[in-house]
DNA sequence: TGCCAGGCGGGGT
DNA sequence: ACCCCGCATGGC
């Protein structure tokens, strides 16, 4: 039984900063139960916000959604669905800097505006531990399966289904079974864990260094994982998440030895090496490294169409 | 059909 | 600080 949301305000957003693509930003890495094209849904604590482009030049229109009675703070949601679009953060440097990459150059004029959509901490480490040793595709199957097995699926009108993500909580009370069904493999011992462990850690350290010493305790978390969730939890781009797949493109694009793969892509990004490394997966549209490594040879380094899902194209699929 | 994939931990040297 | 292996699963 689909419980169907009800609409509870509106608001306006401003896009002050510039440069800033919404679609990008709304589309890449995203499932249809929370973009159809046009619209993009953020599930926060207790309700659904619906966001789409006004008519007028850098406004963006937001609808309040609540499949029960919740009783919440506009400002609050207001300042959540305006940090989770990244509506404050301005990239412009990053942009410029980019621009004159090797790699990134072409991706970014195309994608140019692209800000990372900021999920829970929660949400980004399980996003993180489905891309362990397997393929983008994989790595998002599997997350596709947790999300339909364990969240809860609501109707917004207009809008068609959309998703609740399962919470720790849930994954809990439920055990591995359902992971396993979900076909994660051993990856499942490791989402439990992580839920336990936010189930009974009160309260995180803010700030990222902190945090990722206590995420390191989880067994089954480690350098990738926390820093990929870091990147897309907090914006905090300073520690790279760099994969056999991205550290074999550097070592080939920039000629530098494995030895100092990591030294070598802090210096050339300094604050911006997180968004760098997350802008190349979009760029190379996830192609497994063989594929990955060929497109840059042929100068291919900008999103292609494609009849099987990329990380800009994902929530046709899926 | 055995490899191998956007890791990780445990074991060795 | 390295190197090596096993590990679920799915796709060549």
Not at 51 to 71: F, G, P, R
Not at 238 to 246: A, C, G, V
Request: proline letters at 5%.
């Amino acid at each position: 039984m689909v419980k169907e949301a009800k609409l509870y305000d509106i608001f306006e957003l401003e896009v002050s900063v510039e440069p800033y693509n919404f679609k990008l930003t709304a589309q890449a890495y995203n499932f249809s139960w929370w973009y159809n094209g046009r619209s993009l849904i953020i599930p926060l604590d207790n309700v659904l916000v619906k966001i789409k482009e006004h008519d007028k030049e850098n406004t963006l229109v937001a609808e309040i959604y609540s499949h029960n009675n919740v009783e919440y703070n506009l400002d609050v949601i207001v300042e959540e669905t305006a940090w989770t679009l990244g509506l404050h953060e301005n990239l412009a440097e990053f942009y410029d800097k980019a621009n004159r990459d090797p790699l990134l150059g072409k991706a970014a004029e195309k994608l140019r505006g692209y800000h990372v959509r900021t999920t829970s901490l929660w949400n980004a480490l399980l996003i993180g531990v489905c891309q362990q040793n397997a393929s983008f595709r994989q790595g998002w199957r599997m997350l596709y399966e947790i999300y339909r097995r364990l969240g809860q699926h609501v109707m917004i009108p207009g809008y068609g289904e959309t998703l609740i993500p399962p919470q720790p909580k849930t994954i809990v009370e439920k055990g591995i079974e359902p992971l396993i069904e979900a076909r994660t493999g051993y990856r499942a011992q490791t989402i439990y864990r992580i839920a336990r462990f936010l189930e009974e850690t009160p309260s995180l350290p803010r700030e990222p260094w902190k945090l990722k010493q206590f995420l390191l305790e989880v067994k089954g978390i480690g350098e990738y994982t926390v820093r990929l969730s870091l990147v897309l939890s907090k914006r905090y781009y300073e520690e790279p998440p760099i994969d056999r797949w991205l550290k074999e493109i550097i070592i080939q694009v920039y000629g530098v030895d494995k030895s100092n793969v990591e030294e070598y892509y802090r210096r050339i990004w300094g604050k911006w090496a997180g968004l760098a490394a997350l802008l190349t997966t979009i760029a190379l549209d996830a192609e497994t490294l063989r594929k990955a490594l060929a497109r840059i040879r042929e100068g291919r380094t900008v999103p292609e169409e494609k009849d099987k899902p990329t990380p800009l194209t994902l929530w046709k699929y899926f």
